[in-house]
């Protein structure tokens, strides 16, 4: 029987800008913002006591919440949950509009503001 060779490691030596391209080439997601408005966002809701640190982020390790539903939260929190506003940024649609309904498709419509009776 054949041993293959293990696969090639590699340092990286500055994780951040190394990682970025990295990410970008193999699964181009490396050039989004690391200075994102969600993280600022986050930190002055943390700051000004509007959220909980400990309890915001319960449901990443509660076995009660699925893993699926983990994705999506992280998603929702980092920006990155597709929708028409992606499309059209990538240029893989003309129209903002939702799917389903005919308002204007955005994270939060997914979440909460889609009224399609097909939307949850
Ligand atoms: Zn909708």
Redesign the pocket.
């Known amino acids: 029987m054949a041993h293959s060779p293990p696969p090639k490691l590699w340092y990286l030596p500055n994780h951040r800008d190394a990682l970025q391209a990295h990410m970008h080439f193999l699964h181009k997601l490396g050039n989004a913002k690391t200075e994102a408005n969600y993280h600022a966002y986050y930190q002055t809701l943390i700051k000004d006591g509007t959220a909980n640190g400990a309890t915001s982020n319960a449901n990443l390790t509660s076995s009660d919440v699925p893993f699926k539903t983990k994705c999506i939260i992280m998603k929702y929190r980092t920006g990155t949950l597709y929708n028409q506003k992606h499309a059209v940024l990538f240029k893989l649609s003309r129209s903002q509009t939702?799917p389903?309904?005919p308002?204007v498709?955005s994270a939060l419509?997914i979440l909460s503001?889609?009224?399609?009776i097909h939307?949850n």
């Open positions: 939702c389903l309904c308002q498709d419509h503001g889609c009224q399609h939307a």
